[in-house]
Structures are given as C-alpha cells and as structure tokens.
C-alpha cells in the first residue's frame, strides 16, 4: 500500500485502523493528525512506533472529547506522542471535528473515519488516501495554523 497511490476505503471491506498502521509504518519523516475522537489502542501504538523511528509526530484532539473519554486519556497518558487539545472555533461547546492527517507532507488521510473502536467495528465509515501535493499542502497548512493556538496538554 505505497504512498503513491490514491484510494479510498470503507470500513464496510477492510481494517481501516490496520490500513493506517500500514501507511504509519512506511512514513519516513512526520505525522501530524488532528481528531476528534480516539480510542482505538491499535492507533496511539502506531504512532508512538513511528515516533520511536525517529519521526516527528503531532496529535490535535478535540477538548470535550478529551475530557469525557477516559479511553482517550488513559491512552494517551501511556504514551510519550505530543499532544494538544482544542475546542471549535467558538471555544467550548464547539468541536475540533477533523479526522485527517498529514504523512511525510506528502500524503493526507481524510475522511469521516474516527480513529476509534466503534469506526471500526460498526460504523460505515471511509477513508481517502490522497498522494495529492495540494491537498497535503492545504491540510498541512490548517494544522500548523491550528497546532500553536492548542493549549499544551503533553509531558513532553
């Protein structure tokens, strides 16, 4: 599954979370992903081994979401990946709702998929592998403007 190649996947016939270790594993330099919502372990383990590679790896997640999942702090408190929290654009009550992320700058995942359990057991949910320069452009350019606007919530 190269990154050069455009696609898009349904939870409907494949692993998505598995798809996205896969992809996680052939980046080379970077990883940044803005969320809504994780719990899936499968994910946050992925990141931190392409951390431990040596890559840059940045995660935005959703304030609320944050704070109501316990899941998502327990996961996140096991690991050294850095991470901010952020609400939407009008401060609480409104949600960070990306689900994409920036691999390499060279490739963008999109989509409605959540990196969670129920995205990947229940829910019809897609993903779009995108190779395209502008579109990793434009999404790399919303998280840089989003990643110094996040309060700190890492250790690191």
């Given at each position: ?5 455009g696609?898009?996947?349904?939870t409907?016939n ?8 896969e992809?996680?594993k052939e980046a080379?330099?970077s990883?940044d992903a ?6 899936n372990?499968?994910l ?13 790896v940045?995660?935005?997640i959703d304030?609320?979401?944050y704070e109501?999942?316990?899941?998502t702090?327990?996961l996140?408190?096991e690991?050294?990946i850095p991470?901010?929290t952020?609400?939407?654009?009008k401060g609480?009550?409104?949600?960070l ?5 920036t691999l390499?700058?060279a490739v963008?995942l999109?989509g409605?998929?959540n990196?969670t359990?129920?995205s990947?057991?229940g ?5 779009l592998v ?5 579109l ?5 350019l919303?998280?840089d403007?989003l990643?110094?606007s996040?309060?700190?919530a890492?250790s690191a």
């Open positions: 599954m190269g990154h050069n190649e696609r898009v996947l349904f409907s494949t692993s998505i979370a598995s798809a996205i270790e992809l996680l080379s330099v990883v803005a969320l809504y919502r994780l719990t372990p499968q946050p383990r992925a990141l931190e081994q392409a951390q431990g590679r040596g890559l840059q940045r995660l935005l304030q609320e979401k109501e999942t316990q899941a702090r327990d996140l408190a690991t050294p991470f901010r952020l609400h939407g654009r609480r009550g409104t949600k709702h990306h689900k994409f992320a390499d700058q963008v999109a409605s998929y990196w359990m129920e990947e057991e829910n019809y949910d897609h993903l995108l190779p395209n320069p502008g990793v452009q434009a999404y790399q919303e998280f403007q990643w110094p996040a309060p700190r890492d």
